[in-house]
């Protein structure tokens, strides 16, 4: 599976779950470690475990393994490494406080039905 490929199905897995505010973020040309940025929020501990849960499943089930997983014990933000793909899910006073969108503006906003 190509970088977009994994993108799109890491969507898929997020929406089944009901994500809230999934942007994709392609930076690709700003930046070496990955090709996408994902980034979602869910509303309590459980959930963005859930998410977490259900993302690496179904791309492992893809034959995408997970490079690295980190804070997923404490859930406020959890960061999912598929190598080109990187997925963050954050609560939603993480979310806002890190935000991602505005530290990775150089990249190019990607809507998730063009992928």
């Known amino acids: 599976m190509n970088s ?13 779950k009901k994500a809230e505010e999934i942007k994709t973020i392609d930076i690709s040309e ?20 859930a998410l977490s849960d259900h993302v ?7 034959g995408v393994p997970l490079r690295q997983i980190e804070g997923y ?16 899910i954050f609560d939603k006073e993480n979310r806002l ?3 991602l969108e505005r530290i990775w503006r150089d990249g190019k ?5 063009s992928l």
Request: charge should be negative; aromatic fraction near 10%; hydrophobic fraction near 50%.
């Open 73 to 88: 014990q404490t859930a406020n933000w959890v960061l999912l490494d598929f190598h080109d793909v990187i997925i963050h």
């Open 30 to 49: 700003v930046s070496v470690i990955a090709d996408y940025f994902i980034i979602a929020n869910g509303t309590n501990r459980s959930q963005i475990q």
């Open 109 to 113: 906003p990607v809507d998730s039905k």
């Open 97 to 99: 406080f890190y935000d």
């Open 4 to 16: 977009r490929e994994i993108a799109k199905l890491a969507i898929i897995a997020l929406e089944d």
């Open 56 to 62: 690496e499943e179904m791309l492992g089930k893809a």
